[in-house]
């Protein structure tokens, strides 16, 4: 396994692409106008180092975090495979015509759906069909996409082997297999899942296998030696350029008075979008219910909010609709939310890399951002650990008394919903009933 190390060597935080052209990279032509069409012409870090290793037909684990371009570079290259003759053009089948021929598996459903929606605009010329599966919604109107062909299947794991197992499609004209943060599937605990779908496509050395993970962690690469054909490894140190463009500020304070420094704080952002990450989801529903009940406008983003309403709130919020997001680290890994102008760490995470994906969802497309975590009792024991993986000390200081909010409104907590008989949790019904299946 070889391996390829570039580093950005600019210090200025605002350098997002290179020098190198897309149109000089031996696209097909079709995907070039499309391109051009669209306005993209350079490529990033990422782009510039996968793309010709990719083209050329290799292997790829990349190293790259969120907001680097890595989509477009793994999107780009399945693209381009597909449009070319298939090396082998006899051993697909025509039963095989509309199975899947490309494969990219994501770890949550706004990351697949993500992924999708900017696979349509780069395939629109192609001819190529994109569908995308995931958990929690539409599933009878995903069922039906896929019997009606694909071309290029996106997708959660749970969602993608249901269908699997009904023979709603197969994975034996699979020419790209493509896995999206690899790391974060681990740390959800969907590897086994992603083991047992790469053993049903072509053997390794049959279809081209592109891996990006934030970090290329040993049981990463383990995964990459097991279900690859000789990757080459690219990393990109987009973490620099990345934590550079952002203010970092670090505020002491007690657990109990931490509301009242989130709603001074608030007081004193003029405008922008502002990301407010806790570590639980009680804590966000408090936050939720504390903030419009003192007139802002607020939203939560967990795992427990309905698939259709996380999207209706994403989009809302990358509009300019929703100023305010609460949100479980479901929405630090992942998404590309553009003019996010503050991120809060309400409560500081308790894995390092969390904090540099949770602030990384300011200061992008070469903007600058805003952080400032709160460090109390309860989770102030996680600093020397963050502080160590960013390799810096985070400004930290008391907050000023005029930062305390002295004059809002505490609504009391939500009633809990009592768990077991008829409360509407999936899976539970009347006494005797057989529970319904989970659909993911």
């Known amino acids: 396994m070889s391996e390829t190390q570039t580093t950005d060597d600019t210090a200025s935080p605002s350098k997002l692409v290179t020098d190198t052209r897309l149109d000089a990279l031996g696209l097909h ?26 083209l050329a037909g290799g292997d790829i684990a990349g190293q790259a975090h969120t907001g680097t371009g890595k989509t477009a570079a793994f999107l780009l290259a399945t693209l381009d495979r597909l449009m070319r003759p298939a090396p082998e053009p006899s051993e697909r089948a025509p039963a095989e015509a509309a199975q899947p021929r490309a494969l990219i598996l994501a770890p949550t459903r706004e990351l697949a759906d993500q992924i999708y929606q900017d696979a349509l605009p780069l395939a629109a010329d192609t001819g190529l069909k994109c569908v995308v599966c995931y958990g929690g919604t539409g599933y009878e109107s995903q069922r039906q996409a896929l019997t009606e062909g694909v071309d290029i299947l996106i997708g959660t794991p749970g969602r993608l082997i249901d269908y699997y197992k009904q023979k709603v499609y197969t994975l034996k004209a699979i020419e790209v297999a493509v896995l999206d943060e690899a790391d974060r599937m681990f740390d959800l605990g969907f590897i086994d899942d992603i083991r047992y779908l790469f053993r049903k496509m072509p053997a390794p050395d049959k279809r081209q296998n592109l891996l990006f993970s934030a970090t290329l962690s040993h049981r990463v690469l383990e ?132 904090y540099v994906h949770r602030i990384g969802r300011t200061a992008r497309a070469g903007n600058t951002g805003h952080a400032v975590s709160f460090a109390c009792e309860e989770y102030v024991y996680s600093l020397p650990d963050i502080e160590a993986y960013i390799e810096h000390k985070i400004d930290a200081e008391m907050p000023p008394e005029e930062h305390f909010a002295r004059d809002f409104e505490q609504p009391a907590p939500r009633r809990r919903k009592p768990r077991g008989g008829n409360s509407g949790r999936r899976g539970r019904g009347k006494p005797g009933q057989k529970p319904r299946s989970k659909k993911d």
């Open 29 to 54: 032509e079709t995907i070039v106008a499309g391109l051009n069409q669209r306005g993209f012409s350079h490529a990033t870090p990422i782009q510039a180092e996968t793309l010709p290793l990719a």
């Open 223 to 354: 995964l990459a030696y097991e279900h690859m054909n000789d990757p080459q490894l690219v990393r990109t140190d987009t973490e620099t350029v990345n934590i550079g463009a952002i203010e970092q500020k670090l505020y002491h304070v007690s657990k109990d008075h931490k509301m009242a420094l989130l709603i001074g704080l608030l007081r004193r952002i003029d405008s922008g979008r502002t990301l407010i990450f806790i570590n639980t989801k009680r804590m966000a529903e408090r936050i939720q219910d504390t903030l419009v009940a003192n007139g802002f406008s607020a939203a939560t983003l967990s795992g427990d909010v309905a698939q259709n309403k996380r999207l209706r709130l994403l989009e809302q919020f990358k509009q300019g609709e929703l100023p305010i997001l609460v949100a479980t680290d479901v929405a630090a890994r992942g998404l590309h939310i553009p003019d996010v102008s503050h991120v809060i760490n309400y409560d500081l995470p308790q894995d390092a890399q969390d």
